[in-house]
């Protein structure tokens, strides 16, 4: 009777837990999987924005013209994407780790407050707005010149921030940094805050230091919550978009920070070349795909015990 009982209630609960589930499983279906399969669908074929004709199957043909010689365009939004990825993902998982840190182990709780604040309020303004606010920081007679110049003692030098093509890279990896910093940060506080204090308390009656319980304690324990951050942060940066369009729209140069999300845009968009924008978005896919894949098999780990 008992055992009969429990499996009636395992079984009520588990209706439950799926009637709750079912939004969500409807709500990614139609906003993310369809949208990703529509994506493949149209990429078998040489579809264009605008016209009414049945547009014409090529399989695997938009695929062969992307990473043909003819095409380089597509390998250097590869290559300026790659860049941006390593030059923004790198730091901001390294500092927002370290800032984390610092909050909770060397501030107090009242200036805690206000520092976290401080770091997330750019990560509640939108994208087109960072971009905007930083804009007017790189222009000739800003902010950012005037700092740099002020550190290394060069008044009046103009750092070309938007017209250099190792510059501009550097501005959009600022920007990025700037904004996306303060959200890892807070994810990282989330995660130091679980681990128990008694664990620190018993290092340091055992003669540890504070530097060797970060790495004896600390980073082996925030494992899990390094292994989110990375896989949030990478997948931020290979979306990227808002930042080099508006930047190429203010007249800087387009090579150098033509990334994926942007050539897919321009193909798409101005030239009309949807089936192509699509093969470029499958493949900004896979690899977003793979890369997840590997960090996962990176971090994975047996469960952490207290």
């Not at 079984?11 to 399969?37: C, E, H, M, T």
């Not at 597509?74 to 994407?81: D, E, I, K, P, V």
């Not at 990334?259 to 193909?267: A, D, M």
């Amino acid at each position: 009777m008992n055992k009969k009982r429990y499996s009636g209630i395992e079984r009520k609960q588990a209706r439950w837990g799926f009637a709750f589930v079912v939004p969500a499983i409807v709500f990614f279906s139609i906003f993310s999987f369809y949208p990703i399969l529509n994506a493949l669908y149209t990429s078998l074929f040489d579809k264009r924005v605008l016209s009414l004709a049945k547009p014409p199957f090529v399989g695997a043909g938009n695929y062969v013209y992307l990473f043909t010689a003819q095409t380089a365009g597509f390998w250097n939004s590869l290559r300026a994407t790659s860049v941006f990825t390593l030059g923004t993902f790198i730091p901001l998982l390294v500092f927002s780790l370290i800032f984390a840190v610092f909050l909770t182990g060397f501030v107090s709780s009242r200036t805690r407050g206000f520092f976290q604040i401080a770091y997330y309020t750019p990560a509640v303004l939108s994208s087109v707005v960072a971009a905007a606010i930083w804009m007017q920081m790189f222009d000739p007679r800003g902010l950012a010149n005037q700092w740099v110049n002020t550190l290394l003692n060069t008044p009046g030098m103009d750092r070309r921030w938007l017209a250099d093509q190792y510059m501009v890279q550097a501005s959009t990896m600022i920007v990025y940094f700037w904004k996306y910093i303060g959200y890892f940060v807070i994810l990282f506080i989330t995660g130091l805050s679980s681990i128990p204090p008694s664990l620190y308390e018993a290092a340091t009656i055992d003669g540890s230091g504070k530097w060797q319980s970060f790495w004896r304690i600390t980073l082996p324990l925030l494992r899990p919550t390094v292994a989110l951050v990375s896989i949030m942060s990478m997948l931020q940066c290979l979306k990227t978009f808002s930042t080099q369009y508006l930047f190429t729209q203010a007249g800087a140069p387009q090579g150098p920070i033509n990334v994926i999300t942007l050539n897919i845009y321009r193909t798409g968009i101005t030239n009309q070349r949807i089936g192509r924008a699509s093969a470029m978005s499958i493949v900004l896919f896979i690899i977003m795909l793979i890369f997840t894949w590997v960090q996962f098999r990176v971090s994975k780990s047996d469960e952490t015990d207290y």
